[in-house]
C-alpha cells in the first residue's frame, strides 16, 4: 500500500499494480516487450508514466536533455549512486572509446545501409566480458564481426536442449567448451599480469582456500554456455 499511496511517486500516472509490483518491470524486460509496452502505456497515460514503484519513464528529447544533457551553463540533474559506479581497472573505457570511434566512422560513411546497433552493443558486451575474464577481447569491435566462439553462443542458446540428441551439436559443444578451456588456461598461466579482472581474484586464492586449475576450467564453461 505504501508504493501506491504514501510513495513519493504516487502522484504519477501509470497502472496501480506497476505502482505497487516490480514483477511487471522485469518480467517484460525477460520477455523483451518493453519498447512496445511502454509505447502503449504512453499512449494510454501520457507524457509520463509509473513503470515500476522506483521507474518512471519520461519520451522524447527534451527530457533526455533535462536527465542526461550536460551544458557550461546548466546544472547537472543527479542519478542515483550505481550511475556513478567506477570503471575496472579503465578497461571498459577503452572499448567505450572503440566503439565510439566505430560508430563514429559508420556515420561518417552517409551510407544508405542502416546500422545494426544491436550487433554493435553485442560486441563491445563480449569484448568487455572477455577482457575481464580472459585478459583478452573477442575483437568483435576491433574487426566488426562475431568470432565462431561468441557466433556458437548465440546457436547454442537456441539449441541447447538438442545437444544430446545430435552427433553435430555435441560436437560443437565439446569446442565450445574447448575454445573456453584454452583460454581459461593462457590467463591462469600468465601469473605475471598486473592487471586488475575477475581472474586476478580468483587467483590471489589459490591453494587451500581457491579454485583448482580444473574448476577454472568449469566455472568459465559454465559462466559462457557451455554447460
Known amino acids: 500500500m505504501h508504493n501506491v499511496t504514501l510513495h513519493p511517486l504516487a502522484r504519477l500516472p501509470g497502472p496501480r499494480w506497476r505502482a505497487a509490483f516490480y514483477f511487471p518491470f522485469f518480467y517484460e524486460i525477460w520477455t523483451g516487450d518493453?519498447?512496445?509496452?511502454?509505447?502503449?502505456?504512453?499512449e494510454e497515460s501520457g507524457d509520463i508514466v509509473r513503470i515500476s514503484p522506483t521507474c518512471v519513464s519520461f519520451p522524447g528529447r527534451d527530457a533526455w536533455e533535462d536527465i542526461y544533457g550536460q551544458?557550461?551553463?546548466?546544472r547537472t540533474f543527479v542519478k542515483g549512486?550505481?550511475?556513478?559506479?567506477?570503471?575496472?581497472?579503465?578497461v571498459a573505457d577503452v572499448?567505450?572509446?572503440l566503439f565510439i570511434?566505430?560508430?563514429h566512422e559508420k556515420a561518417a560513411l552517409e551510407s544508405t545501409v542502416p546500422?545494426?546497433?544491436?550487433?554493435?552493443?553485442?560486441f563491445i558486451t563480449f569484448d568487455i566480458i572477455g577482457d575481464l575474464c580472459f585478459g583478452q577481447t573477442f575483437g568483435g569491435l576491433e574487426n566488426e564481426e562475431y568470432n565462431s566462439w561468441i557466433a556458437s553462443t548465440f546457436k547454442s542458446l537456441k539449441f541447447v536442449r538438442m545437444f544430446s540428441l545430435f552427433p553435430a551439436f555435441q560436437k560443437a559443444r565439446q569446442k565450445h567448451m574447448q575454445y573456453t578451456w584454452e583460454r581459461t588456461a593462457r590467463r591462469t598461466d600468465d601469473v605475471e599480469s598486473t592487471r586488475e579482472d575477475i581472474m586476478t581474484h580468483i587467483l590471489r586464492h589459490n591453494g587451500e582456500r581457491?579454485?583448482?586449475?580444473?574448476?577454472?576450467?568449469?566455472?568459465?564453461?559454465g559462466d559462457f554456455g557451455g554447460k
Not at 518493453?34 to 504512453?42: D, F, G, I, T
Not at 549512486?81 to 579503465?90: I, R, S, T
Not at 581457491?210 to 564453461?221: D, I, L, Q, V
Request: hydrophobic share 35%; net charge positive.
Open 95 to 97: 572499448h567505450l572509446d
Open 115 to 122: 546500422v545494426d546497433l544491436v550487433r554493435w552493443f553485442s
Open 81 to 90: 549512486p550505481f550511475v556513478y559506479a567506477p570503471p575496472v581497472d579503465g
Open 71 to 74: 551544458t557550461a551553463n546548466k
Open 34 to 42: 518493453v519498447v512496445s509496452n511502454w509505447h502503449k502505456l504512453h
Open 210 to 221: 581457491g579454485m583448482s586449475r580444473e574448476e577454472n576450467k568449469n566455472g568459465r564453461n
Open 101 to 103: 570511434q566505430k560508430l
